[in-house]
């Protein structure tokens, strides 16, 4: 079991760029999670797949931000355009149904 | 609006002895919780977890304690040992969806020779 799996770990990039991060979920999990952390607010749950369809995405900030998961063993999370207050840590969690999360070791995001 | 809330930032304690951690809560609709465990990083690693029917659950040197009247919740880990330094955060979750947890924003414990 290689865990859920972020790419990439630190992403650094200008403000107004694409920022696209991905996720590979632990195989036979039917759920998907991303999560940001920055110091301001801590955790907080930006969406939730369920079988590869979004349940819950009352957490993504602003329509600049846009999550898919075209498969059950991908998801995307991409940012356009980022700003420099998107700069935090990008979590990506995968469960079976009614489980605790399995989180991916998350990806770093800093926008100059 | 925090619902969970971690209120000691960090922790300090010998190795060996009893390291306990808190965390409040104000939403009385969270019917279960949980403790994740963060190396730096990593990313959280579930811990242990506690229904709301229950008031304490048990893994090896790690017990939960939940006393629903005072909205509060607490970990202990005895004995600790240097290899239990992280960062502790608690959870909390309405119904089946153990996704939508709420966290805290953590307590960085330390445990010292």
């Known amino acids: 079991d290689a865990g859920v799996i972020q790419s990439p770990r630190h992403e650094v990039t200008e403000m107004g760029q694409e920022v696209t991060l991905r996720c590979k979920p632990i195989s036979g999990h039917n759920s998907l999670f991303w999560y940001r952390q920055t110091m301001m607010r801590g955790l907080e749950l930006l969406i939730y797949?369920?079988?590869?369809?979004?349940?819950?995405d009352s957490g993504m900030p602003e329509d600049r931000f846009s999550a898919k998961m075209p498969n059950a063993s991908f998801s995307t999370l991409k940012i356009q355009p980022s700003e420099p207050r998107d700069s935090a840590v990008y979590f990506c969690?995968?469960?079976?149904?009614?489980?605790?999360?399995?989180f991916g070791n998350g990806t770093r995001l800093t926008v100059t | 609006d925090q619902q969970v809330k971690q209120n000691s930032p960090s922790l300090s304690v010998q190795e060996g002895r009893i390291s306990i951690l808190n965390c409040d809560y104000t939403n009385s609709m969270f019917d279960y919780f949980l403790w994740y465990k963060k190396y730096p990083a990593e990313g959280p690693t579930f811990l242990i977890s506690?229904?709301?029917?229950?008031d304490k659950n048990e893994d090896g040197r790690f017990t939960v304690f939940l006393n629903k009247s005072a909205k509060h919740l607490s970990l202990h880990i005895v004995p600790s040992q240097p290899g239990d330094s992280a960062v502790y955060f608690c959870?909390?979750?309405?119904?089946?969806?153990?996704?939508?947890?709420?966290f805290g924003r953590g307590t960085q414990l330390t445990v010292w020779p």
């Open positions: 506690i229904s709301s029917i229950k």
């Open positions: 797949f369920n079988n590869n369809v979004p349940i819950d």
């Open positions: 959870a909390a979750v309405r119904g089946s969806t153990l996704g939508r947890l709420y």
């Open positions: 969690a995968s469960s079976p149904a009614g489980s605790p999360l399995h």
